[in-house]
């Protein structure tokens, strides 16, 4: 009786037990020291002079107002980059048109812009020496230096969020399932309303969370547009630099531990996200096989 002799798989980086302990030891130190530390530093230093003033500084009018601005921001930029990010990924996916690919570039570029040089565009085109600078002061208009330039800012940097995350997604599943429910008789509005939007309901929770989290997060462009005025325009991550730069160090910190807390949040929510997605892909590859197989000929 002859034995077949077995191929051996070529080895991969990383089986050795020793250079598999040096690549997990090195990942969870630089990730110890570039993410954990600066989150212990934070609640240490928010918490060092007692609940009491944590609290004080919280309950601040500059920084209730700097948390407001935050919160109107991203519940004014979030939902219209929603509809943004879903609309484009339904038109690039799902249908064929002159500019396709244009649009996928123009989808691309805040993520290649620096935020500060698209607040300083905005200066340029709602300025009072902008394009549009002198039509607006006639029309009594404030853009710049108020909520509106904070809301357009935001919206600049944030745009590709939920696109991202749609556009991948919808060119894998095909459009087999939209073309089977047209076919039988649904109008596009029921197609996407039914068909659609449910599967790909995590990736658009997935890319909203992302947005939102950068919005309250933003600094760069919100600081060129806002005008850092105290008590007025400042979001919470330009408050905190004032108070910085106040020598209010404590009621920097407690400022930050929101933005922290809000950060510890997002990742909890995508992880959620992502293992509620990855249990219902292997569900929607079989009901489109099925669904393929069902409308073949």
């Known amino acids: 009786m002859s034995m077949r002799p077995t191929r051996r798989k070529p080895p991969r980086v990383g089986d050795g037990p020793i250079i598999r302990r040096v690549l997990i030891g090195t990942t969870l130190f630089f990730g110890a020291i570039l993410v954990l530390a600066p989150l212990i530093v934070i609640a240490v230093e928010a918490f060092g002079q007692g609940l009491k003033a ?163 997060g933003e600094f760069g462009a919100v600081s060129v547009v806002s005008g850092n005025i105290r008590g007025q325009t400042n979001t919470l991550p330009l408050h905190i630099e004032l108070l910085y730069h106040d020598y209010q160090a404590a009621g920097a910190f407690a400022a930050a531990s929101i933005l922290a807390t809000l950060a510890v949040v997002t990742i909890i929510a995508k992880v959620a996200l992502e293992r509620r997605g990855a249990g219902r892909r292997p569900a929607l590859a079989a009901a489109a096989k099925e669904q393929n197989a069902g409308t073949r000929p």
């Open 54 to 216: 944590y609290v004080a500084t919280i309950a601040h009018p500059d920084t209730r107002h700097a948390i407001f601005m935050t919160v109107a921001t991203a519940l004014i930029a979030v939902p219209i980059n929603t509809a943004f990010g879903l609309a484009a990924a339904w038109a690039i996916t799902k249908f064929d048109f002159w500019g396709r690919r244009f649009l996928l570039v123009v989808i691309e570029i805040p993520f290649s812009i620096s935020p500060i040089v698209a607040g300083v565009a905005y200066l340029f085109v709602y300025g009072l020496q902008g394009l549009f600078g002198p039509m607006l002061e006639a029309a009594d208009i404030k853009i710049l230096f108020a909520l509106p330039g904070i809301v357009l800012a935001s919206m600049f940097v944030t745009a590709p969020f939920v696109a991202r995350e749609l556009i991948p997604l919808m060119q894998a599943q095909g459009r087999d399932l939209e073309e089977a429910a047209t076919s039988l008789g649904a109008s596009g509005w029921r197609t996407f309303f039914s068909v659609t939007l449910p599967n790909v309901k995590w990736a658009l929770l997935y890319g909203v969370v992302l947005c939102n989290a950068r919005v309250m």
